[in-house]
């Protein structure tokens, strides 16, 4: 399995930008789609954005599409959401995954992500 370890999160205003990334180690990085999952207070962990191994296809949940952008760097294991226009909604914490699949298919359903990280926290006021 790969370990995820994710930077980033932090207080911000609405309408503001943070970046977060999701270092991983362990087997080889480029063979694992990555996605980013949510969970805010009281709600259940939900899909955010996904990448596949080679960064030809991109999914977004619709609530973040156009604002948030993901993206990966297979020579750093490094992969990087860019959350633009946040709202006060995006607050929660956000967690990497990692499914070891070379299909573009799937990737927005959490059950199919086998190893995660342990969350950071992203707190949008308003």
């Known amino acids: 399995q790969v370990q995820l370890v994710e930077s980033g999160g932090g207080l911000v205003q609405a309408g503001g930008s943070l970046r977060l990334s999701c270092a991983a180690s362990?087997?080889?990085?480029?063979?694992?789609?990555m996605g980013w999952f949510r969970q805010g207070p009281g709600k259940e962990r939900e899909f955010v954005a996904s990448?596949?191994?080679?960064?030809?296809?991109?999914y977004y949940s619709d609530s973040v599409k156009g604002r948030f952008t993901i993206s990966r760097d297979n020579a750093k294991n490094t992969v990087y959401l860019q959350m633009n226009s946040l709202k006060p909604e995006d607050t929660a914490v956000y967690y990497c995954?990692?499914?070891?699949?070379?299909?573009?298919?799937?990737?927005?359903?959490?059950?199919?992500?086998?190893?995660w990280g342990q969350g950071t926290q992203v707190t949008v006021s308003s």
């Open positions: 995954a990692a499914y070891n699949t070379p299909y573009t298919l799937g990737l927005t359903n959490k059950r199919n992500f086998g190893s």
């Open positions: 362990g087997r080889t990085f480029s063979s694992y789609a």
């Open positions: 990448i596949d191994r080679s960064s030809s296809i991109t």
